[in-house]
């Protein structure tokens, strides 16, 4: 399996799952575009790491569509194309219906939808065919026993995974593929803020393999759909979590 020469995009791409995507990636070969929010310091890191050649670090908010307009242009003057978009950054506020305020229902919706939806408008001119879009859902769309404080994250991730089945059928002719990703439990700093260590463990205990899944664990299956051997395979829902979920 080779990325070769390949530019790939991930928002989010400096920490958590998006770090280890952006690795796994250029180990392959790929060129890496890293999206971060407002920390530079990982992206930068990240950067010297795989080398200035071959990865480029951009601020951007992913939630506006100026700032995507932006970010896809930075990577199109540095590498000349976006073969494979990952858009992975995304927020997970645990909030039961009583207490979700507008503000942050326009927050989660703003990035974890709205985000994906323009970054995969924006990217796809620059897209020759082979190219990938690669969703980032979740396990808890459709899990039937999700917590009620999971609610408006877990609609918004149903969406992304719509949104991959239709996008799937509209760029079939263009040669892109669009897949999703849907990762169990995992442990990155998204996942872990907020819960107790106790919850933690009880999490990782629901699972046959009594633990959390690993960010590279992930990382395997995205660069995988990302390469020339996932070529048949489009508009799909791929989890990755243990049997977790099934």
């Keep these: 399996m080779s990325l070769q020469g390949k530019v790939v995009l991930v928002t989010g791409g400096s920490k958590g799952i998006g770090r280890a995507i952006c690795s796994r990636a250029a180990s392959l070969g790929a060129n890496v575009v890293i999206n971060y929010s407002r920390d530079s310091v990982p992206a930068d890191a990240l950067v010297k790491e795989i ?3 071959k990865a480029l670090a951009v601020q951007a908010d992913v939630s506006k569509v100026s700032e995507i307009e932006k970010l896809i242009n930075a990577a ?6 976006v073969d494979v978009l990952v858009p992975n950054a995304g927020i997970m506020p645990l909030q039961p219906l009583a207490g979700t305020t507008e503000e942050t229902f326009d927050k989660v919706y703003d990035l974890n939808v709205k985000g994906p939806f323009f970054l995969a408008q924006k990217a796809v001119p620059h897209m020759p065919s082979g190219g990938r ?3 980032i859902s979740t396990g808890i769309a459709r899990n039937s026993a999700v917590p009620p404080p999971y609610l408006l994250y877990a609609s918004s991730k149903g969406a992304v995974e719509q949104m991959t089945r239709v996008l799937a059928k ?6 892109i593929t ?9 442990a990155t700093d998204l996942f872990m803020e907020g819960k107790p260590e106790a919850m933690i463990k009880g999490i990782a205990a629901q699972s046959p393999f009594n633990r959390l899944g690993n960010p590279s664990e992930i990382a395997n299956l995205v660069t995988f759909i990302a390469s020339q051997e996932s070529a048949w395979v489009s508009g799909q829902i791929i989890g990755a979590n243990g049997a977790g979920f099934v």
Aim: charged letters at 20%; glycine letters at 18%; zero cysteines.
């Design 51 to 53: 080398g200035a050649d």
């Design 76 to 81: 199109v003057a540095k590498f000349g194309r």
């Design 133 to 135: 879009i690669v969703f």
């Design 170 to 175: 509209e760029l079939g002719a263009k040669g």
């Design 178 to 186: 669009v897949n999703a990703v849907a990762p169990g439990p995992t």
